[in-house]
Every structure is written in C-alpha cells, then in structure tokens.
C-alpha cells in the first residue's frame, strides 16, 4: 500500500560538485490518472517517491475486483534537493512542484503522520480539507474578502457570518471554490 523507504524525511547529502544538498518532500501536481507513473519514473531518475494508495472493491459486471488507487488523485510526493527541481519538472506526467509563489516544502510531521498511515493496515479514505466549522475566507466572487465559518446546511455549502455583540449571526450560500482556509 505503500511506496517510500523508512528514511528520514529531511536529509543531506553530497552532490558531485562537493556542496551539500538539502533533500526535502515536496508536493508534485501530476496530470490526471498519471499518478502510478509519475511515481515510477521518479525512482528511474534517482528521486524517492511517496504515493499513498487506497484499495477499493470496484464491482464489475461480471466480477469484484480490488484496485489500488492514489489517494489523493492529482498528486504524488517527492524528495529531492529544490535544486534538482528541473530534472523532477523534465520528468513525463509531472504538471508542477506545489507551492504559492514557488515550490514549498512539505512539513516533515505532516508528512510522516501520512506515510504511518499508508503503513497501517487499516482502510484509507480521502476527506474534505474544508469542514464544517473551519474558518474560511472568501477570495472568489462578490463576497472576496470576507471571513467566516463554513457550514453544511441541507447539502449546500453555507458561509456564517456572526455579529457578536448582539449574538446573532447570517448565513450565505457559498461555492467551495470561492474560499480558501483562513489565515
């Protein structure tokens, strides 16, 4: 289910030009269903590989069958020097290295908490980044600019907008792709 070593997950190593690298995880946007491969080809170039898989039982018409699956579609994980980036960039299947402005770096517990859990046994599942309850701030539409706390209300997505001082609050139907998590 799991396609890492057991090493570290910050290391530095010894380039040929005898400067030290620092080896980090990075986020990898790959194209869709190129997850697998990307993952492959990254190992055929020297650079470790992550890609947390989820097994499900599809029914066929004829058959049930388990197939394994990314489980978060539209992305692998990757370990490397951010200057190697371009040989990783060159690389087939590869859309991106995920960042804001530029590649960043992923936090070393928040990737070792994923790889514990691709280790276990136990059944995986993707779940929504944004719940119920996150505060959100709004940076798409007519709306841009405004804070709030996320709410399902009859299987819509609602922003709830709260008045303090006079304990009342409002809601608006929201589009998850106008908000983004609050800062």
Same mark, same amino acid.
């Given at each position: ?76 994980? %990757?370990?490397? %020097?951010?200057?190697?980036? /371009?040989?990783?960039? *060159?690389?087939?299947?590869?859309? =991106? ?21 691709? *280790? ?11 719940? +119920?309850?996150?505060?959100? +701030? ?13 709410? =399902?209300? %009859? ?8 008045? /303090? ?7 608006? /139907? ?8 609050? *800062?």
């Amino acid at each position: 289910m799991l396609n890492a070593s057991s090493s570290d997950s910050t290391a530095t190593v010894s380039t040929p030009s005898g400067l030290c690298a620092d080896l980090r995880w990075y986020a990898i946007s790959t194209r869709s269903r190129h997850e697998k491969m990307v993952r492959d080809r990254l190992a055929g170039i020297g650079v470790e590989p992550f890609l947390p898989l989820t097994r499900t039982l599809n029914q066929w018409s004829d058959r049930k069958v388990w197939t394994e699956s990314p489980l978060f579609s539209g992305y692998c994980f %990757a370990r490397f %020097a951010l200057t190697n980036s /371009h040989a990783v960039l *060159q690389t087939p299947g590869i859309v =991106r290295i995920v960042g804001s402005v530029m590649p960043e770096p992923i936090p070393d517990e928040e990737l070792e908490a994923i790889m514990k859990l691709a *280790q276990s046994a136990r059944s995986l599942e993707r779940h929504d980044y944004l719940t +119920e309850g996150t505060w959100v +701030e709004v940076v798409r539409g007519p709306l841009a600019g405004l804070r709030g706390q996320l709410l =399902r209300k %009859a299987s819509h997505d609602c922003l709830v907008i709260r008045v /303090h001082l006079i304990q009342q609050a409002a809601t608006v /139907h929201i589009d998850m792709s106008e908000v983004i998590l609050a *800062q």
